[in-house]
């Protein structure tokens, strides 16, 4: 997303939050407090020089995961970091004692805050689709759900895919080349606000390939940054007993210690729950597929499967996002 036209400059909005604010005293500690925790290279308040400065500000009780909260509670355009008028926001926001010096409303402040950005962008639900798929089963379906969850106004869906072989490696195996869909690392998962992660059953659990970027993920769950975000899970397998609940069954595991929320699909996609007449994938853990000898692809039912759970978990995350 490009943010170049979404930035919030304080010095923009000043006149007309100065007005209702009791002098210029109050601007000036805003100013001033936002100058002391400020990374001073990048002009911004990131994690790194919150943390540093906290003591400034008499925040050293507060933990890591209060700290990112914080961060996370004021950042309107979704960077990572505050910058001036996100920080003055968030002061009235946290600041009973501060509100009452004004004639202002927080909710004043934000209004005006968001008519002065890209709405869309900055308050939409960010669902990211993660994958890995060696034959592209995975892929196909990662990409109706994609489309599924873009459907969804007011939710940003975007479609990552977990590290994988070499493309010579890939091409001794016979298998096609990679997607043009961009390689996320394990960090980049804060950003979001829901995820739907795909990968093909191994011996009836996830892939190795995408466990192992599960056992990247140790510095989100010290902080417990992925906490209470919902997550959803699809596969592939290669035979009809070859692990279509088995694999998000076990797959639950990692969502748990991060503290994640999942999102089965029970029995939401309707009739197509109860197809018998043709083979299809899928479970009321999510939607899946057959591969067989790797010869079959996603059958017509299964992409509208995939579909239906893109859509439902981006419609549960933009209410659990709307919550907070």
């Not at 309107?76 to 409303?105: I, T």
Request: aromatic share 10%; proline share 4%.
């Amino acid at each position: 997303m490009d943010r170049s036209n979404t930035q919030l400059l304080f010095q923009d909005h000043l006149p007309l939050i100065e007005e209702h604010l009791g002098g210029d005293g109050l601007i000036e500690e805003l100013c001033k407090g936002f100058q002391l925790l400020m990374d001073v290279d990048k002009g911004v308040i990131t994690f790194e020089s919150l943390k540093n400065n906290s003591l400034l500000l008499g925040l050293q009780d507060l933990s890591d995961c209060d700290l990112l909260s914080m961060l996370r509670e004021g950042d309107y355009d979704g960077d990572g970091a505050l910058n001036q008028m996100e920080f003055c926001v968030l002061m009235f926001r946290l600041s009973p004692d501060l509100m009452k010096q004004s004639e202002v409303s927080f909710a004043d402040l934000q209004s005006e805050a968001r008519n002065n950005t890209c709405v869309d962008s900055l308050m939409a639900a960010k669902v990211y689709i993660v994958y890995y798929s060696m034959y592209g089963h995975v892929e196909k379906l990662a990409q109706e759900i994609m489309k599924g969850a873009s459907s969804v106004e007011g939710v940003e869906a975007k479609l990552w895919q977990a590290e994988t072989l070499n493309e010579e490696v890939l091409g001794k195996m016979s298998a096609p080349p990679k997607s043009d869909a961009p390689i996320i690392t394990p960090h980049e998962l804060a950003e979001a606000d829901g995820f739907i992660f795909g990968f093909p059953t191994r011996f009836g659990m996830m892939a190795a390939q995408f466990k192992a970027f599960f056992d990247a993920t140790g510095g989100l769950w010290r902080t417990q940054q992925l906490a209470g975000k919902p997550a959803g899970i699809f596969y592939s397998t290669g035979s009809q007993g070859g692990g279509q609940e088995t694999t998000p069954l076990t797959a639950i595991t990692q969502l748990v210690h991060h503290g994640m929320i999942f999102v089965p699909i029970g029995y939401t996609f309707g009739a197509g729950m109860f197809e018998m007449e043709k083979v299809k994938g899928g479970s009321p853990y999510g939607a899946g597929t057959y591969a067989g000898d790797g010869s079959r692809q996603p059958s017509e039912l299964e992409l509208e499967q995939a579909f239906h759970q893109g859509k439902y978990i981006a419609i549960i995350t933009k209410k659990l996002k709307g919550s907070v």
